[in-house]
């Protein structure tokens, strides 16, 4: 069965610096990828996913991944945060139609400094 | 895309009562899911809700603790039974819609969540 490992449960960055979220996934193919983002008191949001192509994906709010195949990695990057993208983020990856349960990752608390 | 609105946002139960929450899609989706995401955890699969049958529990999951209807594309209820303070937990509702072409569309869309706290 496919897992997914977050290996950073909380991170803090301060606004306006980089920002690199880790994601490891565990699965004998290519599964789908997927970055959900979750406010405070809110739902999931999709930031953005991978399916197969162009290795480097890009999202909403200025959110970016790298699938590497070699490192089972799909880790998230921003070049530079805001206040407002203090949240839990999820990795989760997917098998294929017909099956698109995901599996979630643990998450990783973001906390952004002035 | 699809927006899902979940009833009740949240709510406060006493152990050994039951509680359905329902689950309403603006648009038709292929395939509805129940997810639980206990207190500063991950989310955990609870069941896919099958149109017109019986849901598809994942392994720890019954029907008698949580039976799930999806009468239709767009609507479907859980209901949380006998609850225990161990069930105290957000409960989250998602669909996938397939494409024309009957690949996946590839998105999970949520709703908001109902959070439970049983006491």
């Known amino acids: 069965a496919q897992s997914v490992t977050q290996p950073d449960i909380h991170i803090t960055v301060s606004e306006g610096a980089s920002l690199e979220l880790r994601c490891n996934y565990s699965y004998g193919a290519t599964p789908y990828l997927f970055w959900y983002v979750q406010s405070p008191g809110q739902g999931l949001q999709l930031l953005l996913k991978y399916f197969s192509g162009d290795t480097l994906v890009q999202g909403i709010k200025g959110f970016e991944a790298e699938f590497k195949r070699s490192q089972s990695s799909f880790n998230l990057r921003k070049p530079s945060v805001h206040w407002s993208d203090a949240a839990e983020y999820f990795c989760a990856v997917g098998l294929n139609f017909g099956n698109e349960k995901l599996t979630f990752g643990t998450g990783t608390r973001l906390t952004i400094i002035p | 895309s699809a927006v899902i609105s979940q009833k009740p946002s949240r709510d406060i139960c006493q152990r050994g009562t039951s509680l359905t929450i329902q689950c309403q899609v603006d648009?038709?989706?292929?395939?509805m899911f129940w997810y639980r995401q206990q207190p500063g955890q991950s989310l955990t699969l609870i069941a896919t809700a099958n149109q017109g049958s019986e849901a598809t529990y994942e392994s720890g999951f019954v029907i008698d603790k949580f039976p799930i209807s999806r009468p239709n594309l767009t609507f479907s209820t859980l209901t949380v039974s006998n609850m225990s303070p161990e069930d105290s937990s957000i409960y989250l509702c998602?669909?996938?819609?397939?494409?024309?072409?009957?690949?996946?569309?590839?998105?999970?869309?949520f709703g908001e969540g109902s959070r439970l706290t049983v006491l």
């Open positions: 998602s669909g996938t819609i397939g494409s024309a072409g009957g690949a996946w569309a590839g998105e999970l869309f």
């Open positions: 648009s038709q989706v292929t395939m």
